[in-house]
């Protein structure tokens, strides 16, 4: 039999990269999920991310703390700045990025991936819905790549003809939020286990104000199927 394809794949909970752990599987990967707790306002989505790793047959799933609350500098990080419940801005980088987050995060699943001797790291980056975000362009994803592989001995041994290089994959780079969840569907994705707002409550339910809750919503809308999020109810 051939070797097992093993692939580290990050898992925050949300939509997108549950979409991207279904999409990994479905490329024959064994799939390794790994979730940040950075620090973010809430848990939630970490218990949505173990949820949604289990239900896409996760061979593990491991959560790793590192504490950027410790720094702050994002509204998801710092109580003390308010989450954007306006609509989302196209000309300037949100208060919601979380300074080098996706590097740190990227970083952490390189390390986990040599340590399985896997070759392959995935993650939900999206150009599109979320362009204000530095760390989700496909510019960086190409530079985190040539970083990895200048970086480790999986790298190394590869430029000496001595195995495969490492690659950063974001199959959802260029994608809508419709596509997305047309994508996941197919792909037997339940997006009722899933998290996407910034200020869920404690039982995973979503405010439907923020920019996150916005942009989930009308991709539902958009790809034509009802929307399963939970919703705070309000008088």
């Known amino acids: 039999m051939p070797p097992t394809k093993r692939a580290v794949v990050l898992v925050s909970g949300g939509l997108d990269s549950a979409t991207v752990l279904a999409m990994a599987r479905s490329q024959g990967f ?13 848990a939630a ?7 949604v790793a289990q239900a896409l047959g996760a061979r593990r799933h491991e959560v790793v703390r590192v ?9 998801l990080t710092d109580a003390s700045i308010a989450v954007p419940v306006d609509g989302a801005s196209t000309d300037a980088i949100p208060v919601t990025y979380v300074p080098a ?14 340590a399985l001797d896997a070759r392959d790291v995935f993650y939900g980056a999206n150009a599109v819905d979320y362009s204000g975000y530095p760390d989700c362009r496909p510019e960086y994803v190409a ?3 040539r970083l990895a592989n200048l970086a480790t001995r999986a790298g190394v041994e590869a430029a000496a003809g001595q195995g495969e290089p490492v690659r950063i994959h974001a199959p959802i780079v260029h994608m ?5 969840v047309r994508t996941g569907l197919a792909l037997g994705v339940d997006f009722g286990l899933t ?21 989930r919503s009308a991709g539902f809308t958009a790809a034509g199927v009802p929307d399963p999020t939970r919703y705070v109810q309000r008088t």
């Open 143 to 145: 530079a985190f790549e």
């Open 195 to 215: 998290v996407s707002c910034y200020q869920a409550d404690t039982e995973g339910r979503a405010c439907g104000e923020c920019d996150a809750c916005r942009i």
């Open 45 to 51: 989505e970490l218990d949505a991310a173990r949820r």
């Open 101 to 114: 987050r996706n590097t740190i995060m990227l970083s952490v699943a390189l390390g986990w991936a040599e």
């Open 30 to 42: 064994e799939t390794y999920a790994l979730s940040v707790d950075y620090g973010q306002r809430h």
């Open 176 to 180: 809508r939020k419709a596509d997305i």
């Open 67 to 75: 504490d950027l609350s410790r720094f702050g500098g994002s509204a």
